[in-house]
Nanobody
Framework: QVQLVESGGGSVQAGESLRLSCVAS????????IGWFRQAPGKEREFVAA???????HYAESLKGRFTISKDGTKNTVYLQMNGLRSEDTAKYYC????????????????WGPGTQVTVSS
């Protein structure tokens, strides 16, 4: 059992930064890989970043170098640091978990949080 809640979204200007948090309750993240996804109105949910194991992370190619995923020492919180935000980053951001540590596909993920909105003005 794991339940996820995202936070840290908000409205920022282009070029600014935000750090999103994904907090797990229940069993926490033990035994799972963690993914961040985002979805804009009228668009499909797309992969952003994943934490698969210590030292093993993966990012959507277009976001590599701007976004960083990390996990705290207690293993109950995962972060998404977003730098140099652009208008196209505007979306609701979700975290989720999977047993398939290789996956970037949303259908492999479960226990989705309610999401947190990020809005970037240009």
């Amino acid at each position: 059992q794991v339940q996820l809640v995202e936070s840290g979204g908000g409205s920022v200007q282009a070029g600014e930064s935000l750090r999103l948090s994904c907090v797990a309750s229940g069993r926490g993240f033990s035994g799972y890989a963690i993914g961040w996804f985002r979805q804009a109105p009228g668009k499909e949910r797309e992969f952003v970043a994943a934490w698969w194991s210590p030292g093993t992370t993966h990012y959507a190619e277009s976001l590599k170098g701007r976004f960083t995923i990390s996990k705290d020492g207690t293993k109950n919180t995962v972060y998404l640091q977003m730098n140099g935000l652009r208008s196209e980053d505007t979306a609701k951001y979700y975290c989720a978990v999977t047993r398939a540590a290789w996956s970037t596909h949303r259908y492999d993920y479960t226990n989705w949080g309610p999401g947190t909105q990020v809005t970037v003005s240009s």
